[in-house]
């Protein structure tokens, strides 16, 4: 469990470092960070493929996966829609540009703050199954935060909220990892069932993500970088398996 929560933790924290990159550094230009984003989908996909869904179905409960699947892609779609109606909703106000940034910059904290949970769920289903798809779970995740980090700090910056307020709203953020990686320890560790459960539940989630969120961001900023990067991501976590192996 210290082990779990420590490295959730240490996950949950890269949001807090893509914040202070743009705050202290500047952003990234748009390859580099198609690059970046690329790299994040290709790791993310190879872990849903080779670690987590092989595990989840170890027992052979393929009614289990299928659902925890369905679940993982449903929580992190009602995630979005909910900040998407809420955006709409709160953007009928003022028209001044402070006012605007400052108001996506909120709501892509709520948003970010919300998802962060199911990720630490993942996080803490895989750590039950085997400590090495806890680890490359967590890893997964760090490459997609800091991008995160990125994205709620620049409308804020915006926005004008004070760098300190900011910092210390991604440092809230990063705590929803682990609190929802003691869930998924908590609840996805009793049974054999709930372990099938879990670690689908984070493979649905982990698959959203890279579909709705990271390659088509990636591709928007630079298509042959986003590209490049996914192959990069590939073969890294190939290696890094190769090497377990």
Same mark, same amino acid.
């Given at each position: 469990?210290?082990?779990?929560? %420590?490295?959730?933790? $240490?996950?949950?924290?890269?949001?807090?470092?893509?914040?202070?990159?743009?705050?202290?550094?500047?952003?990234?230009?748009?390859?580099?960070?198609?690059?970046?984003?690329?790299?994040?989908?290709?790791? #993310?996909? =190879?872990?849903?493929?080779?670690?987590?869904?092989?595990?989840?179905?170890?027992?052979?409960?393929?009614?289990?996966?299928?659902?925890?699947?369905?679940?993982?892609?449903?929580?992190?779609?009602?995630?979005?829609?909910?900040?998407?109606?809420?955006?709409?909703?709160?953007?009928?106000?003022?028209n001044?540009?402070?006012?605007?940034?400052?108001?996506?910059?909120? #709501? $892509?904290?709520?948003?970010?703050? $919300?998802?962060?949970?199911?990720?630490?769920?993942?996080?803490g289903?895989?750590?039950?199954?085997?400590?090495?798809?806890?680890?490359?779970?967590?890893?997964? #995740?760090?490459?997609?935060?800091?991008?995160?980090?990125?994205?709620?700090?620049?409308?804020?910056? #915006?926005?004008?909220?004070?760098?300190?307020?900011?910092? =210390?709203l991604? %440092?809230?953020?990063? =705590?929803?990892?682990? =609190?929802?990686?003691?869930?998924?320890?908590?609840?996805?560790?009793?049974?054999?069932?709930?372990?099938?459960?879990?670690?689908?539940?984070?493979?649905?989630?982990?698959?959203?993500?890279?579909?709705?969120?990271?390659?088509?961001?990636?591709?928007?900023?630079?298509?042959?970088?986003?590209?490049?990067? $996914?192959?990069?991501?590939?073969?890294?976590?190939?290696?890094?398996?190769?090497?377990?192996?």
């Amino acid at each position: 469990m210290t082990e779990t929560v %420590f490295i959730s933790m $240490m996950t949950g924290l890269t949001t807090l470092l893509g914040s202070m990159v743009i705050l202290f550094i500047g952003p990234p230009g748009r390859k580099l960070l198609a690059f970046y984003l690329g790299l994040s989908a290709g790791v #993310m996909t =190879l872990v849903i493929f080779v670690d987590l869904l092989p595990a989840s179905l170890r027992d052979e409960d393929v009614y289990g996966a299928l659902l925890g699947c369905c679940a993982g892609v449903a929580c992190l779609m009602f995630v979005h829609k909910a900040a998407d109606f809420a955006q709409r909703k709160t953007g009928n106000g003022r028209n001044d540009s402070e006012g605007m940034w400052r108001k996506a910059g909120w #709501m $892509m904290t709520i948003a970010i703050a $919300m998802h962060h949970i199911p990720e630490g769920i993942a996080i803490g289903a895989g750590f039950q199954a085997h400590e090495s798809i806890g680890v490359m779970i967590a890893l997964s #995740m760090s490459l997609h935060n800091i991008p995160e980090g990125i994205g709620f700090t620049v409308p804020l910056l #915006m926005g004008r909220i004070p760098k300190l307020v900011i910092l =210390l709203l991604a %440092f809230i953020i990063s =705590l929803c990892i682990p =609190l929802g990686a003691w869930l998924g320890e908590l609840y996805f560790s009793s049974t054999p069932w709930a372990i099938t459960f879990g670690l689908a539940f984070a493979a649905g989630a982990m698959a959203y993500i890279v579909w709705k969120e990271i390659a088509p961001s990636g591709l928007k900023q630079d298509r042959l970088s986003a590209q490049a990067g $996914m192959l990069a991501g590939l073969a890294v976590m190939v290696a890094l398996h190769l090497l377990e192996g």
